[in-house]
């Protein structure tokens, strides 16, 4: 009866390490330092300002009516379940979960080099714990 | 036998245990009081070449212009430096850490990078600048 017992925790146990939890965690790049909102004004704020404000964008592009900077801070969350068949190691169940959110900050200028336009979204506000 | 078995386990247990750590840099440092001595309107595109060495991209807004003015896609120069009006002198740092236990893992992955980034105007004078530091955190 002991062995019985013995047997089936062993198998239990096999069981077990073939199953596996991960959670990872990702950060690209640098947080937008304040509120654009309170700091941006469409038509006064000049480019110096934006980059004494926001520092150096991450991406600048060059257009005949202006320059538009890019902010960009990722975060990536991933949580994975895994639980396989020991032996052959067939997977019996598995559950993924990916959030890939990022804040993104887009400055739109005239040729002067004065705010046009700007967008910005707190993504990653949006993400779920797991 | 519960005992073997338990030591057993207890062996496997700690050999499926573990943790990693792994940093990378790309790039050349940005020194900080270099990027506090520059002066929008006094320091020229030789200055921050000398101070910064060569940059890590920059921007030719004449060919671009030439481009868009002709509407005729003229070949590239071959010396591009003394056209550019942007320079970006860059160092990027990352960082991967982690835990791998039995039945649970966890890592966390930072990117980070310091970066000055120079506009100039036509007289090769610096015009505005931005700069940050956030790869000093991941040391």
Redesign the interface.
């Known amino acids: 009866m002991?062995?019985r017992w013995?047997s089936l925790?062993?198998l239990l146990?096999c069981s077990?390490?073939a199953?596996?939890?991960?959670?990872?965690?990702?950060?690209?790049?640098?947080p937008v330092r304040d509120d654009p909102a309170t700091l941006i004004a469409v038509g006064e704020t000049r480019?110096?300002d934006?980059?004494?404000h926001?520092?150096?964008?991450d991406r600048?592009l060059?257009q005949?009516e202006g320059d538009i900077f890019l902010y960009r801070y990722e975060q990536r969350n991933s949580s994975e379940l895994d639980i396989s068949e020991p032996i052959r190691g067939f997977t019996l169940f598995r559950w993924d979960k990916v959030q890939d959110k990022s804040d993104r900050l887009m400055v739109f200028f005239d040729p002067a080099g004065i705010v046009s336009a700007f967008g910005y979204r707190h993504g990653r506000a949006e993400l779920e714990p797991l | 036998m519960t005992r073997t078995l338990g030591l057993a386990l207890g062996l496997a247990a700690c050999l499926s245990l573990g943790c990693f750590s792994i940093r990378v840099v790309s790039g050349n440092s940005v020194p900080a009081d270099r990027v506090a001595a520059i002066e929008p309107g006094v320091t020229t595109r030789v200055e921050i070449l000398e101070w910064f060495g060569a940059p890590e991209d920059f921007t030719d807004p004449s060919g671009l212009r030439r481009v868009f003015a002709d509407g005729v896609l003229l070949p590239e120069d071959v010396l591009h430096l003394p056209y550019a009006d942007v320079l970006v002198f860059e160092l990027t740092r990352g960082r991967a850490r982690g835990v791998l236990l039995l039945f649970f893992n966890y890592f966390d992955v930072r990117v980070a990078n310091d970066r000055l980034v120079v506009f100039f105007d036509d007289q090769d004078r610096v015009l505005y600048y931005g700069y940050r530091n956030d790869a000093e955190a991941l040391e």
């Open positions: 002991q062995k013995s925790a062993l146990c077990l390490i199953s596996g939890c991960t959670i990872g965690r990702w950060y690209v790049g640098s480019k110096a934006v980059l004494a926001f520092g150096p964008p600048i060059r005949r």
